[in-house]
Structures are given as C-alpha cells and as structure tokens.
C-alpha cells in the first residue's frame, strides 16, 4: 500500500501522486464509501492510473463513475478501456455525448492530418448526462455542475466547497484550452464562462493542465481581456464574431475611395 497525497480534503490528482507527468489532470474524489474520478487521459496511461488507486487502497468496485469533463481525446481517449476496467459508468455533458459515443476524431481532436496526429478513438457509452445545476453525490462529498462551455460546447466545471474542478478553462499562466473551430470552440461562450470564475467564490482553481492555483482575479481578467479581443480578430477565422478591418474595407469600396488617395 503507498500514500495518499491528498491536495486538499478529499481530492487527489493522479500526476502528483504518480510523481511523475502522466498526462492531463486525473482527480480522484475519495468520499469514503465510494470514489469518482475526474477524467482519465490517454489510452496508455489507464493501467497504470488503475494500479496506483489499488496501491493507495481504493477497492476498484467502489468507483461511482468516471466524468468527462469535455471530449477532447487528451482527456479521454482511455474512457473504454478505464470504464471496462472499473466495471463503472460514465458521465458527460449532452454536447460531448456524440462525440465520445461515435469516437468522432475531428470533434475529439484526435486527427489533425497537416500534424501528423492520429489517435485511435474506441466509442465508449455515455450512462449518464450532466447538466448546468445537478449535483453530483459520491459518498459524503458533492460536487454541483457547471456547464462552461466555449472551449469547447460540452466543457464541464464542478464546485466543491471553496475549490472549482476548472477543466480546459483557465491555466496558472492565464492560458486557456486551445481555441479551435473543429471541437466546436466559441469565444463568446469562453468569455461568458470565464466572466462566471472570475465572478465566484472559490479559494482555488483545479484545471485540467498543469498546477492548481488560487483564483486570482488578474489571472483570470488577463485571459478575457485577451479572449475579447480574439472576438475581432482574421486569426481565429470561423471563431471569431466579426472582423472590423473588413467592414471598413468594404465601406471604401463601396464608396470609392482608392487607397493612398
């Protein structure tokens, strides 16, 4: 049997307690008679994920479920195989339900053939459907659900007392999850969620990359400030609202104003 490296009362992270970088952000919820995971990462990562919940002590029967918290394959392409191995349900929000159940690899984001990327997507039955205002019981812990979307449609966050399970959201750095048109990104949606954070109450932040931090209103402001100004911006193509250059460009064309003159 090894340690329990608790972060905080009930929530352990599986890259911490691996000690080493497994991938995305996996957290375990131990409620005492029963424990979730938040989760599961890549394919290649699930036994050895399985084996430390063993090692700390966790009867693998007792695993209420396993959530997704959006359908980008990074977070989980190992869902069949943790799922079959757990003998436990999944959990998702209804906007990442098609993407995960039909192994769609554009919508996941598995595929970027200009990269050379290819993953292998397994479908995997979505049991249960989370939605914005139900609360979650596993045990004597309970998370509400939270609906974010604009990383993604199907981004899912979870608050649990002064902590918030942040998903692809929002980074230490003031980074976001990667905005793309493929997975369904809307900036608008991103900055409507970010403005939600930003506006709570939480004491700390639990993304699903890198380490969790106290939420701190200038990290979180610097990411929308940013994000507002992508809203109008030829960089983001499809995801971009509008594009104020274009506008203008037209009105002088339609007026006949020639350049330099």
């Known amino acids: 049997m090894i340690r329990r490296k608790y972060l905080f009362p009930n929530v352990i992270e599986m890259n911490y307690q691996a000690g080493r970088r497994l991938g995305?952000?996996?957290?375990?919820i131990d409620g005492g008679s029963e424990f979730l995971l938040i989760d599961i990462g890549f394919e290649d990562t699930v036994?050895?994920?399985?084996e430390l919940i063993r090692q700390m002590d966790f009867s693998l029967s007792k695993c209420k479920m396993i959530i997704a918290t959006h359908a980008d394959a990074d977070h989980i392409q190992g869902l069949k195989r943790a799922k079959d191995r757990l003998k436990t349900s999944v959990a998702a929000h209804p906007k990442s339900?098609?993407?995960?159940?039909?192994?769609?690899?554009?919508?996941?984001?598995a595929k970027i053939t200009a990269q050379g990327i290819d993953?292998?997507?397994?479908?995997?039955?979505?049991?249960?459907?989370l939605n914005e205002g139900d609360t979650i019981e596993v045990g004597d812990v309970k998370l509400d659900v939270w609906h974010t979307p604009g990383h993604t449609p199907g981004q899912l966050s979870f608050k649990m007392r002064d902590l918030l399970f942040s998903g692809d959201n929002i980074y230490k750095d003031s980074c976001v999850g990667v905005i793309d048109a493929h997975h369904g990104s809307h900036l608008g949606d991103f900055v409507k969620s970010l403005s939600r954070i930003l506006g709570d109450d939480s004491k700390y932040l639990l993304p699903s990359h890198g380490p969790v931090f106290p939420r701190e209103a200038q990290i979180i402001q610097k990411a929308i400030d940013r994000l507002s100004g992508y809203m109008h911006m030829a960089d983001f193509g499809t995801c971009a609202t509008d594009w104020p250059l274009m506008e203008e460009w037209e009105a002088d064309v339609i007026a006949g104003r020639l350049p330099f003159s």
């Open 47 to 50: 036994d050895e994920i399985i």
């Open 97 to 109: 339900v098609k993407p995960l159940e039909k192994a769609d690899a554009i919508e996941t984001y």
């Open 119 to 129: 993953l292998p997507m397994v479908p995997v039955k979505i049991d249960l459907r």
């Open 24 to 28: 995305v952000n996996v957290y375990l």
